[in-house]
């Protein structure tokens, strides 16, 4: 599996899906979230909204994520992962969340996937804590399908921290 770090906006990959550092409640908010539904259209958000009121009515727990199309973005799928807030002991949920999207890719048959830094915006993870969560997460990951995980930075300094973990890799 071929692993690319770059700077740039998630909503313009060519990949096969793209992650989304998604809220419990399915519906958008700010960063990475809120640019993903911008761009996918209205019909992303009426399509979590089903999959909430029929699989997850109390909102998706931390850790794990679910597909939905991608409508109107380059991608065909969204993978919508929820991460935890930040705290140390919450280390072992963030890494579910990249495992969980990796896992969804890879049963979808899916070839590509591109992966934002998911939890370091409004749930505070720090930008080089996350980056190693990834790593170790990458690492133990075995793909059936997948060939390529591009993680897409939207700036420098997320960009910076990510590559400098991952080339370890």
């Given at each position: 599996m071929q692993i690319e770090v770059v700077?740039?906006?998630?909503?313009?990959?060519?990949?096969?899906?793209?992650?989304n550092s998604a809220n419990s409640t399915l519906s958008g908010g700010g960063g990475v979230d809120?640019?993903?539904?911008?761009?996918?259209?209205?019909?992303?958000?009426?399509?979590?909204?089903?999959?909430?009121?029929?699989?997850?009515?109390?909102?998706?727990p931390e850790g794990e994520?679910?597909?939905?199309?991608?409508?109107?973005?380059?991608?065909?799928?969204?993978i919508h992962a929820v991460g935890p807030q930040y705290a140390e002991k919450g280390r072992s949920a963030l890494s579910r969340a990249f495992t969980s999207a990796l896992r969804i890719a890879d049963e979808k048959g899916l070839n590509s996937v591109a992966l934002p830094a998911i939890g370091t915006g409004a749930y505070g993870w720090p930008k080089k804590v996350a980056a190693e969560v990834l790593r170790e997460a990458l690492g133990a990951f075995r793909p059936k399908s997948l060939q390529l995980v591009r993680v897409v930075l939207l700036t420098a300094d997320d960009y910076l921290a990510f590559r400098s973990e991952l080339e370890m890799l």
């Open positions: 700077q740039g906006d998630i909503t313009l990959q060519d990949t096969d899906a793209i992650a809120g640019a993903i539904h911008r761009a996918s259209g209205p019909r992303l958000l009426a399509a979590c909204q089903q999959v909430r009121e029929a699989r997850f009515p109390k909102g998706l994520a679910v597909l939905t199309p991608g409508f109107d973005l380059r991608a065909k799928y969204v």
